[in-house]
């Protein structure tokens, strides 16, 4: 069935198995869902998934986790896309992580990770190791380098830590399931941040203000957007391959 906003005193059984999905973004969310997700509330998309689109950052996660365990999912997972911290990564390639990086090492379920990894077709190319938290976003390549060094991690987002920790405190299962949207050498300028609402999507008018300074260039936004394709695409294909319950949960 569609997504529908559930009132704040439902709950679901846990014996449904019920898998709680965190994005960020609105283009992540339309990733597991076709139909619009309300913002900052819980869509329940079948009797076995729960959505929450957040907005970015930590705290925006955080709390959209912990709305999810109070209507009693079994399992957290964060759902979306991620920065590339090394080389190797290019926009489209899936992160499934071991740990998040967050100045302690927050551990997924390795099982349910690999599960879900074994049930993807060869064309997407999977990387694992570590995730690293960032409180803001990076936009440079000195930052992202500069990342990678301390945490040793290849990639980076900002909300997989704080679902990480919640699902540590309620003793769930949790992983993060990331495609590469930028790769190293490429980050959003720190200008376009003030044209971006708190679900990702863009205010025209903003944008256009924007262009027209030539703070931001269109290449710039071109190479974005093709960054985004290709990290949809890779993670409509999770979903179709898997699930939005994205197969069996960890115990």
Same mark, same amino acid.
């Given at each position: 069935?569609?997504?529908?906003?559930? /009132?704040?005193?439902?709950?679901?059984?846990?014996?449904?198995?019920?898998?709680? #999905?965190?994005?960020?973004?609105?283009?992540?969310? +339309?990733?597991? /869902?076709?139909?619009?997700?309300?913002?900052?509330?819980?869509?329940?998309?079948?009797?076995?998934?729960?959505?929450? &689109?957040?907005?970015?950052? =930590? %705290?925006?996660?955080?709390?959209?986790? %912990?709305?999810?365990?109070? @209507?009693?999912?079994? +399992? &957290?997972?964060?759902?979306? *896309?991620?920065?590339?911290?090394?080389?190797?990564?290019?926009?489209?390639?899936?992160? &499934?992580?071991?740990?998040? @990086?967050?100045?302690? $090492?927050?551990?997924?379920?390795?099982?349910?990770?690999?599960?879900?990894?074994?049930?993807?077709?060869?064309?997407?190319?999977?990387?694992?190791?570590? #995730?690293?938290?960032?409180?803001?976003?990076?936009?440079?390549?000195?930052?992202?380098?500069? $990342?990678? %060094?301390? /945490?040793?991690?290849?990639?980076?987002? !900002?909300?997989?830590? =704080?679902?990480?920790?919640?699902?540590?405190?309620?003793?769930?299962?949790?992983?993060?399931?990331?495609?590469?949207?930028?790769?190293?050498?490429?980050?959003?300028?720190?200008?376009? $941040?003030?044209? *971006?609402?708190?679900?990702? /999507?863009?205010?025209?008018? @903003? #944008?256009?203000?924007?262009?027209?300074?030539?703070?931001?260039?269109?290449?710039?936004?071109?190479?974005?957007?093709?960054? !985004?394709?290709?990290?949809?695409?890779?993670?409509? %294909?999770?979903?179709? !391959?898997?699930?939005?319950?994205?197969?069996?949960?960890?115990?």
């Amino acid at each position: 069935m569609g997504a529908g906003a559930l /009132s704040r005193t439902d709950s679901y059984d846990r014996r449904v198995r019920v898998t709680g #999905l965190v994005t960020a973004l609105r283009s992540e969310a +339309a990733c597991v /869902s076709p139909g619009r997700v309300p913002f900052n509330q819980p869509a329940s998309l079948n009797d076995q998934t729960l959505l929450w &689109l957040s907005g970015m950052g =930590a %705290q925006a996660a955080r709390a959209a986790a %912990q709305g999810l365990q109070q @209507h009693g999912v079994a +399992a &957290l997972v964060s759902f979306g *896309v991620a920065g590339a911290l090394s080389d190797q990564l290019k926009p489209g390639d899936l992160v &499934l992580p071991d740990a998040i @990086h967050s100045g302690e $090492l927050l551990p997924v379920d390795c099982a349910w990770r690999d599960r879900l990894q074994r049930q993807l077709p060869a064309s997407i190319t999977v990387f694992n190791g570590i #995730l690293a938290d960032s409180h803001v976003p990076l936009t440079d390549e000195k930052a992202k380098r500069g $990342l990678a %060094q301390t /945490s040793g991690a290849h990639a980076v987002d !900002m909300e997989s830590a =704080a679902v990480a920790q919640v699902a540590k405190a309620a003793n769930v299962p949790f992983i993060a399931v990331r495609a590469i949207i930028d790769p190293v050498y490429f980050s959003p300028p720190q200008a376009l $941040l003030t044209a *971006v609402n708190p679900d990702g /999507s863009v205010k025209p008018l @903003h #944008l256009t203000a924007l262009l027209l300074k030539r703070s931001v260039r269109l290449g710039t936004l071109l190479q974005m957007g093709a960054g !985004m394709r290709e990290a949809r695409k890779t993670l409509s %294909q999770v979903i179709e !391959m898997v699930g939005t319950g994205l197969a069996s949960q960890g115990n």
